[in-house]
């Protein structure tokens, strides 16, 4: 995989088969470039947004993810016209590979927001436990992977237990990833079971009362649960597809790729774009931040943060 065995040192498509190239196919000019293109506006539209409405750590995630993803794709147009080059498949491979980690980050933190509107008495774990724990999850997922991806990149092609141990770490950054993103749909599912069966207990504030009726509030949820599924199917993809390896024939399908990818990434953050937090909290994301309110509720947000790390590891 280094670039010590690069194939664009004598390769070219007129002389050279794709089967020598870093991927068995040469990436769709339009498709990629339609992804660029896309991630590139919903860029804007997430900076103006959060200026808009402050909403800094909403951005952050989604700002890291969608650079990454036009890094990615930027790889992937240049391997259109050169697909034997190593430096744009590195791009592609780890932009792509480690992208989706920093969006659910922003998903995550949706969720103790989404307690404070409904009310913490009826949750199982308090809101900053939710955010605290699961971006954690996301930070080992995303860690592994680029060790994963970074080891990877350094194999040369004699060197196969190398790329295969890189390999393996990668599938366990995804691996993660995949767990982190059923718990928390469990944990979520598991809180509308509670306010489903406590439908007189909610935050009693009208302000918030107003807002869990509101059509907006309805549609955010609805896009939040969208985005979170799309990026689990991804990720389930990316896991089966690394699990043959770079030259299995998963890993080698373009339209699987361009669907369970590429698609699956864009309807994720179109949902996290249109039904953006600041739109549909109505004015109220500042004042659903939650915080430490008395040292007595630090020290059972951290026991419960360790019982969750328990249940995770």
Same mark, same amino acid.
């Given at each position: 995989?280094?670039?010590?065995? =690069?194939?664009?040192? #004598?390769?070219?498509?007129?002389?050279?088969?794709?089967?020598?190239?870093?991927?068995?196919?040469? /990436?769709?000019?339009?498709?990629?470039?339609? #992804?660029?293109?896309?991630?590139?506006?919903?860029?804007?539209?997430?900076?103006?947004?959060?200026?808009?409405?402050?909403?800094?750590?909403?951005?952050?995630?989604?700002?890291?993810?969608?650079?990454?993803?036009?890094?990615? #794709?930027?790889?992937?147009?240049?391997?259109?016209?050169?697909?034997?080059?190593?430096?744009?498949?590195?791009?592609?491979?780890?932009?792509?590979?480690?992208? /989706?980690?920093?969006?659910?980050?922003?998903?995550?933190?949706?969720?103790?927001?989404?307690?404070?509107? #409904?009310?913490?008495?009826?949750?199982?774990?308090?809101?900053?436990?939710?955010?605290?724990?699961?971006?954690?999850? &996301?930070?080992?997922?995303?860690?592994?992977?680029?060790?994963?991806?970074?080891?990877? +990149?350094?194999?040369?092609?004699?060197?196969? =237990?190398?790329?295969?141990? $890189?390999?393996?770490?990668?599938?366990?950054?995804?691996? +993660?990833?995949?767990?982190?993103?059923?718990?928390?749909?469990?944990?979520?599912? =598991?809180?509308?079971?509670?306010?489903?069966?406590?439908?007189?207990?909610?935050? /009693?504030?009208?302000?918030?009362?107003?807002?869990?009726?509101?059509?907006?509030?309805?549609?955010?949820?609805?896009?939040?649960?969208?985005?979170?599924?799309?990026?689990?199917?991804?990720?389930?993809?990316?896991?089966?597809?690394?699990? $043959?390896?770079?030259? +299995?024939?998963?890993?080698?399908?373009?339209?699987?790729?361009?669907?369970?990818?590429?698609?699956?990434?864009?309807?994720?953050?179109?949902?996290?774009?249109?039904?953006?937090? $600041?739109?549909?909290?109505?004015?109220?994301? &500042?004042?659903?931040?939650?915080?430490?309110?008395? +040292?007595? =509720?630090?020290?059972?947000?951290?026991?419960?943060?360790?019982?969750?790390?328990?249940?995770?590891?």
């Amino acid at each position: 995989m280094s670039n010590a065995t =690069d194939p664009s040192d #004598y390769c070219t498509l007129e002389i050279c088969p794709t089967t020598e190239a870093y991927i068995y196919y040469v /990436p769709s000019l339009a498709g990629n470039a339609f #992804y660029l293109a896309l991630f590139a506006v919903l860029l804007a539209a997430q900076l103006v947004l959060a200026v808009r409405y402050r909403t800094w750590g909403y951005l952050a995630g989604l700002c890291g993810g969608l650079i990454l993803e036009i890094i990615g #794709y930027i790889g992937r147009i240049q391997l259109h016209s050169n697909p034997f080059r190593f430096g744009p498949y590195l791009e592609y491979l780890v932009c792509l590979t480690i992208g /989706p980690a920093f969006l659910s980050a922003s998903i995550y933190i949706c969720l103790g927001r989404i307690v404070m509107v #409904y009310g913490e008495d009826i949750s199982r774990l308090r809101p900053k436990t939710y955010t605290m724990v699961f971006v954690a999850c &996301d930070l080992v997922s995303l860690v592994l992977q680029a060790a994963g991806g970074a080891i990877t +990149s350094v194999a040369d092609a004699d060197q196969y =237990d190398l790329a295969q141990k $890189g390999i393996n770490i990668m599938i366990a950054g995804l691996a +993660s990833q995949v767990a982190s993103l059923a718990l928390f749909m469990a944990l979520c599912l =598991d809180y509308a079971w509670r306010v489903y069966k406590s439908p007189h207990n909610p935050n /009693p504030d009208t302000r918030m009362r107003d807002l869990r009726h509101s059509l907006r509030w309805k549609a955010f949820l609805a896009g939040l649960a969208l985005a979170t599924v799309t990026i689990f199917v991804r990720s389930v993809f990316r896991v089966a597809e690394l699990k $043959g390896g770079f030259h +299995s024939s998963l890993a080698n399908d373009q339209v699987l790729f361009m669907t369970l990818e590429g698609a699956m990434i864009a309807i994720a953050v179109i949902a996290l774009t249109v039904l953006h937090p $600041g739109l549909c909290f109505d004015g109220l994301w &500042d004042q659903t931040k939650w915080s430490f309110r008395r +040292s007595r =509720d630090s020290e059972m947000q951290l026991i419960e943060l360790l019982q969750a790390a328990v249940v995770i590891a």
